[in-house]
């Protein structure tokens, strides 16, 4: 059971375009991350959201936690081809563990 | 940030040989530390969840005697693939939580490819 259901699971668009990333649970999470994995890498944090509602801008990047904590949206605006790669999202429940997404694979045409 | 280092980034191993793998969080004590496998174009599956100075809590399904794990200090876990076979080719990456505050972070290694041939 996948506790944690991110889509699209794949997303192939062209440089400039907008898009949007969800992250879907019936859990609440204390907090949630967002990674980007780069092939060949491990996995790096972008941002951690902890308060319901909470908004976070990492330059063309804007993440939302949903107002229960138990999803979140990833938007880039104006995407650009370094923007590919694996996007990971992660919650916690409090404790080391940490439930990850399936991932969604974007990919940015120049 | 936090960083975690995992060393070999990669290697090339026989079947039937051993394969040992180390994980270190650098900057910071870990002494939890989780280890996964990821597999072409897919997301990380765990495997394990490395404590120090207990044993290691192994997903479902995944052999504890082929796969394993030391948390020797609180700066260093080991996976040691034992008798790889090809099918254990794949990408195997480590984390660490680190502390920011009420919450953990994960911060994850480079990852070790992992070829058996």
């Known amino acids: 059971t996948q506790l944690l259901e991110q889509s699209p699971q794949f997303l192939s668009i062209q440089e400039g375009e907008n898009l949007t990333v969800y992250c879907n649970s019936s859990s609440v999470f204390s907090s949630l991350q967002w990674y980007r994995q780069e092939p060949g890498e491990g996995p790096v944090l972008l941002v951690t959201?902890?308060?319901?509602?909470e908004v976070k801008k990492l330059k063309r990047l804007t993440f939302q936690f949903g107002d229960a904590r138990k999803d979140s949206s990833l938007h880039i605006t104006a995407a650009q081809p370094g923007d590919t790669g694996l996007y990971l999202c992660a919650g916690a429940r409090g404790g080391f563990k940490t439930i990850f997404g399936a991932g969604t694979r974007l990919f940015v045409k120049a | 940030g936090a960083v975690v280092s995992q060393h070999p980034s990669w290697v090339i191993c026989k079947s039937g040989t051993s394969v040992k793998i180390e994980c270190r969080s650098l900057d910071f004590q870990a002494t939890t530390m989780f280890w996964y496998r990821q597999f072409p174009k897919q997301s990380l599956m765990l495997m394990a969840t490395?404590?120090?100075?207990?044993?290691?809590?192994?997903e479902q399904g995944v052999e504890k005697d082929k796969f394993l794990i030391n948390h020797a200090s609180l700066t260093l876990s080991t996976l040691t693939v034992t008798s790889a076979h090809p099918e254990d080719s794949s990408f195997y990456i480590c984390s660490a939580p680190h502390s920011k505050g009420t919450v953990y972070e994960q911060y994850f290694g480079p990852g070790t490819r992992l070829t058996v041939t």
């Open positions: 959201v902890v308060t319901g509602g």
């Open positions: 490395s404590n120090e100075g207990s044993k290691a809590t192994y």
